[in-house]
């Protein structure tokens, strides 16, 4: 099985929309399958953080106009950022402005400091699960809502009375949606109901295959074909034609057995193409790979120049 490329960025540590525009088109020209971008309002740890924050949906739309094959996506939008019927028409308005090349990443939310930081509500995590749930109803209701008929939905946070339900989303039924994360119980089983992909972000292989068949088994239990779940992973990249040239990008991400170390896809071209393999043979079909410095072009081209092809 070839494993899918695409491109992460963690625009809330740093960027703009120029430059994310760049990393896309490259990674466009690149022959990577897709583009996707976090979001989040705050940086995370000791970096500037300028100029500031995107909106991510803001910026995927701007990309939806000035590029033409490469998917689009969030690894994760939070719930509590936005309400679920708004968020559904952001979505499909996008999917349409693209041509039908969104995916939806969609999670309860976790960084606390950003909500106080921008007065965003942050409710217990017990909470935050049953919102979120409330919301995969909801906007898979409205995108699945056949034209010319209503949507409603009486819930305990959100309600929505004989809604048009539109715009309709190029993608049908709907774009595709993407759930993450290492949650034991809740996670696993609304990845069966709803999701067309399962996602671990930065953990190890060994860390990786149990949350996968934990959703495998979900699945199961919910009377679903578990082959008819995408599984990806997230992983740093450090990558380089040389020894030399490797390290010296993975020297930027702090020492070997710091924060990242467990979560790098590094090495030459070859020694990368064998820890792809890895996740592949656990059953992973796509591969998001974040390159730390967004100015460094030539580490996209070098995977793609020297990875791709050994991964066919």
């Known amino acids: 099985m070839k494993p899918r490329l695409s491109v992460y960025t963690a625009a809330q540590q740093g960027t703009d929309y120029a430059r994310l525009l760049d990393v896309a088109r490259t990674a466009e020209d690149c022959g990577y399958e897709g583009f996707f971008t976090s979001d989040h309002y705050l940086k995370l740890g000791d970096v500037p953080g300028l100029p500031g924050p995107i909106d991510s949906w803001t910026v995927l739309a701007g990309l939806a106009r000035e590029t033409s094959r490469i998917r689009l996506g969030t690894l994760m939008s939070s719930a509590t950022f936005r309400l679920p019927g708004p968020l559904a028409i952001t979505v499909a308005q996008v999917d349409r402005m693209s041509g039908g090349r969104v995916e939806l990443g969609l999670g309860t939310g976790w960084y606390e400091a950003e909500h106080t930081a921008y007065g965003i509500p942050f409710p217990p995590l017990g909470e935050r699960f049953d919102r979120f749930e409330e919301q995969l109803a909801v906007i898979t209701g409205l995108w699945e809502t056949p034209p010319g008929e209503t949507f409603t939905h009486e819930g305990r ?88 040239e490797w390290r010296r990008r993975a020297a930027a991400l702090g020492p070997e057995g710091g924060a990242f170390a467990k979560s790098r896809i590094s090495g030459t071209p070859s020694e990368v193409v064998d820890r792809i393999g890895r996740f592949v043979e656990a059953g992973v079909d796509r591969v998001y790979l974040q390159p730390f410095d967004l100015e460094d072009r030539d580490h996209l081209e070098v995977v793609a120049a020297e990875v791709m092809p050994q991964l066919a």
Do not use: H, M
């Open 157 to 244: 946070y959100y309600r929505l009375t004989d809604s048009p339900a539109l715009p309709k989303p190029v993608q049908r039924p709907r774009p595709p949606l993407l759930i993450g994360g290492d949650g034991p119980i809740r996670t696993p089983r609304l990845v069966a109901r709803y999701a067309d992909e399962f996602n671990v972000p930065f953990l190890s292989l060994d860390a990786t295959v149990p949350l996968f068949d934990r959703v495998r088994e979900a699945c199961r239990s919910a009377g679903r074909d578990p082959d008819s779940l995408g599984l990806s992973v997230a992983q740093v990249l450090c990558c380089g034609r040389t020894d030399a």
